[in-house]
């Protein structure tokens, strides 16, 4: 934790120094987006490139964000002195209010505070944690896992049907027994319940997660812990539609507005399961698909151009998405009975080993 | 002819007089102090009473000044002046007897004796009738003219009316004090300007202009014994050597009698003259509206923040000598978001009517004035907080109606209203630009001001050094980039 403070206590120093040297004050920020992300092919991650740009005080279009970054930068250096943990909500509340003389606010939503805190992660090369800022909390899991979390023993398969709710922080949980083959990934709350109902993860001896949409940090460090701790196979479980591939990918190579931690939250060897055109195919699921609309061609275009969705297979899948514009939710094998997903199509899927990677 | 409806017929009548008083008053070298009365004595009747300082009339000439019309008296007279607008005031007393049956009065003197007279025109014979004449002492020694005429008429005050022709006329005019005591009440025009312009000489007819009709007249009443003496004393710009080869070219030989020319000769004649490589008119003749008096003239009945005039050197088209003079003015209450007022003058008279069919308007609607910083369809006048003046000075403005409230659009008269307006739009754009950088300027200022004070709380807190230090150093920045930039 002195290593953050440190670093932001840095931070306002160097401002000074360009104060005393009659020099237009200003933070050099990587760039966060698509043009920045590289992925390395060799360990099979996204990582930031070197390109950043600087955020000058007197500068028309920096001023705002350069004052936002130095009022976000004092409140968590604030958090770390008394030792408290605040939410990205509480922080823009907190710092909310109308500058004087004008009726300009410091930040009018939390969609001008969220980034300026990546902002100084990325910079200060330091996790959200370390700022004291509890990532939004996230994603479940249930399955033969005992764990230790300040102090009090877990044990994941007897929270009855709501499972362990995943924290922000993970650093500290210690994993203290896992019994499971594999670790099956699920997008939807509502497939994630249906398999918990059916114990599919009883049965099948594995460990369930749902994300409950895009991953949070919480839930992709947790799987990434699992799958390396205890050498667990990965399988990803979502709609087939270019989101749902997206969140594969996230949980897979990271994500580009995370990049720079992409080695924290990263899980190489995820393997994709479903639902794929494939499976629409040999189950029968055509009658079950949906019309996509066109926010979903639109993304799966570009997709088609990210350089971690070159291999044959998904160019092939994201190709057929935009050819046939349908797509499929996880719910839909309930189309071929509610028990069809756990008694059919995913031992099917798992015997197989029909997986994209 | 100006009489074509109560509201319009109650402006002529009213305008005619003004006319001749600045005319009067300018040609006798006196500062105008002008007195002007529309007062409503009746249903849709009124009385128009007018009154001068300028030198007035000898008391034998006024039943014909008044009470006869001048045809073409003004025929060679190629000099610039107010009075060859209309019918003339005549028009306006016949006006008046034709639709109230009532005798125009007109005072005068001269400095002498003051002569009263009740006047009425003998339409059938065109000659004036004097009803009476009465001869008042002068202990004051007054001199000028006051006319009183009783008309039908309509009055109203928005855009073409008695009040937007003075004021107009005040702009053009600004060295004429006028009161107005209208229906409405009294307005004063102020005058910001003490020195008259000058006299525009009279000059002959430059070849060129010379319409057939004309020349055929010229040809009559020259006092020239032939013709080769007639092209080099009834002209301007011919010499000796051009009249011989306009005689040549023409087949009429030098010594004709200019009285006895037969009219295939004089059409001959007349193409011969145009044929012939010519000087260009003398330009003294003309007295254009120059750019001190276009200043004042806005700047005291337009409330805008900025003021340019331009004056273009003077030009020819056809022979007749011509010069164009423009103002701007910009921005204060004038409206930002209406089209921009035009008002357009012939030797110092408003032009009220017609304006869609006027050179002048063609020339500001085929100008992009995007560049110089306003809003504009294309071919419309620009739209934005701004007022347009255009002034036509010349010996014979060449009005494409009767009514005398358009000119023709002769490409020579719109390149050079064209010219003028670009050469006042480069100016104002750099007014423009420069109003708006140091809004920018001003806009920048503020916001650094309004984040300074943040910032130096934050990073007081991050580095635990003063707070009002670190702020008096940005500030210092702050103040430093105003400079500069």
């Known amino acids: 934790m002195k290593e953050a403070k440190k670093k932001i206590e840095n931070l306002g120093g160097k401002i000074l120094e360009d104060i005393e040297k009659k020099v237009n004050p200003n933070i050099d920020i990587p760039i966060r987006t698509l043009s920045n992300i590289v992925y390395d092919s060799k360990t099979r991650m996204l990582t930031l490139g070197g390109k950043s740009a600087k955020r000058f005080l007197f500068h028309t279009g920096h001023a705002k964000k350069f004052m936002q970054t130095m009022l976000i930068s ?59 800022l509890n990532a939004d909390i996230r994603g479940r899991v249930v399955g033969n896992v005992v764990i230790s979390d300040r102090g009090d023993t877990v044990d994941l398969s007897k929270l009855g049907s709501g499972g362990w709710a995943i924290p922000s922080n993970i650093e500290d949980i210690k994993f203290k027994k896992v019994n499971a083959d594999y670790i099956l990934v699920i997008e939807k709350n509502a497939a994630f319940e249906r398999l918990h109902e059916d114990k599919f993860w009883q049965k099948h001896k594995c460990i369930l997660i749902t994300t409950q949409g895009q991953p949070a940090r919480g839930t992709r460090r947790v799987i990434q812990r699992l799958a390396i701790e205890f050498d667990l196979p990965v399988y990803v479980f979502t709609d087939l539609d270019a989101y749902g591939l997206y969140i594969y990918s996230v949980i897979k190579y990271g994500s580009i507005g995370l990049a720079h931690v992409s080695d924290r939250l990263g899980t190489t060897n995820a393997k994709f399961l479903g639902l794929t055109m494939d499976d629409v195919d040999n189950f029968n699921l055509k009658n079950f698909t ?57 031992p099917t899927k798992i015997k197989n080993k029909d997986f994209l990677d | 002819m100006g009489y074509e409806n109560p509201t319009k017929s109650l402006l002529t009548v009213t305008k005619e007089a003004l006319d001749n008083s600045l005319d009067a008053t300018c040609d006798a070298r006196i500062l105008p102090e002008i007195f002007i009365s529309v007062k409503e004595i009746g249903t849709d009747k009124f009385r128009v009473r007018v009154e001068d300082n300028g030198p007035g009339i000898p008391e034998q000439k006024v039943p014909f000044a008044f009470g006869k019309f001048l045809y073409g008296s003004k025929f060679h007279r190629l000099r610039q002046s107010r009075g060859i607008m209309g019918l003339g005031i005549s028009g306006g007393v016949l006006y008046s007897q034709l639709t109230t049956g009532k005798p125009v009065k007109i005072t005068t003197s001269t400095g002498k004796k003051i002569h009263v007279f009740e006047l009425m025109i003998d339409v059938t014979r065109n000659e004036p009738h004097i ?22 008429g309509r009055y109203m005050e928005r855009t073409q009316s008695i009040l937007e022709y003075l004021k107009q006329t005040a702009i053009a005019n600004p060295f004429a004090h006028m009161v107005y005591d209208g229906p409405n009440g009294k307005i004063e025009f102020s005058r910001t ?19 057939l009709g004309v020349l055929k007249r010229m040809l009559l009443l020259t006092k020239a014994r032939n013709l080769l003496a007639f092209l080099t004393s009834d002209f301007s710009r011919v010499g000796r050597r051009s009249a011989e080869q306009i005689c040549r070219l023409a087949k009429i030989e030098f010594s004709r009698n200019t009285k006895n020319l037969k009219v295939e000769e004089i059409e001959r004649l007349h193409k011969a003259i ?98 110089y910083g306003l809003q504009q369809s294309s071919w419309t006048l620009p739209i934005g907080p701004l007022t347009i003046l255009v002034h036509f000075a010349s010996v014979w403005v060449p009005f494409t109606t009767e009514g005398k409230q358009a000119i023709a659009a002769y490409p020579e008269i719109i390149r050079e209203v064209k010219l003028a307006l670009q050469d006042a739009g480069r100016k104002l754009a750099k007014f423009v630009r420069q109003k708006r950088k140091y809004k920018e300027r001003f806009l920048r200022k503020q916001l650094f001001e309004r984040y300074t004070p943040v910032v130096a709380e934050c990073l007081s807190k ?11 150093k940005l500030e210092e920045f702050i103040k430093k980039k105003g400079e500069t930039k």
């Not at chain 1, 958090?79 to 930040?107: G, M, V």
């Not at chain 1, 570009?302 to 971690?308: I, P, R, V």
């Not at chain 2, 004056?311 to 011509?322: A, D, I, K, S, W």
């Not at chain 2, 991050?462 to 008096?472: A, G, S």
Request: aromatic share 8%.
């Open chain 2, 193 to 211: 300007v003490d020195e008259l312009p000058k006299i525009p000489k009279e000059i002959k007819p430059h070849p060129y202009g010379v319409e």
């Open chain 2, 274 to 371: 145009q044929m012939v490589k010519l000087i260009a008119p003398p330009t003294s003749c003309l007295s254009p509206l120059e750019e001190r008096l276009i200043e004042e003239g806005l700047k005291k009945e337009i409330d805008a923040e900025c003021y340019i005039a331009v004056l273009r050197p003077p030009t020819v088209y056809r022979g007749y000598p011509f010069q164009v003079s423009v103002g701007l003015a910009y921005g204060g209450n004038l409206p930002s978001n209406t089209t921009c007022q035009l008002i357009r003058f012939a030797n110092k008279i408003p032009l009220l009517y017609h304006q869609g069919d006027c050179a002048i308007t063609q020339a500001v609607s085929e100008i992009d004035w995007r560049r």
């Open chain 1, 74 to 132: 004092a409140f968590c250096k604030d958090l770390i002195d008394q030792n408290i943990h605040t939410s990205l909500r509480d922080l823009f509340y907190a710092l909310k209010r109308t500058l004087p003389n004008s009726n300009e606010n410091t930040f009018d939503e939390q969609s001008e505070s969220n980034p300026i805190v990546v902002d100084l992660e990325v910079m200060l090369n330091i996790l959200r944690e370390q700022l004291h």
């Open chain 2, 131 to 152: 009803i009476s004449h009465l001869i008042q002492k002068n202990p004051e020694k007054w001199h000028g003219i006051k006319i009183e005429m009783d008309v039908e």
């Open chain 1, 290 to 346: 949906i019309k996509a609309e066109e926010v979903d061609t639109k993304r799966a275009q570009e997709m088609l151009k990210y350089k971690w969705f070159q291999k044959p297979e998904w160019q092939k899948l994201l190709k057929s998405l935009i050819s046939r514009k349908i797509k499929a939710e996880l719910e839909s094998l309930s189309g071929r009975g509610l028990k069809f997903v756990t008694e059919t199509y995913l």
């Open chain 2, 462 to 472: 991050l580095t635990k050094k003063d707070q009002k230090t670190i702020l008096n």
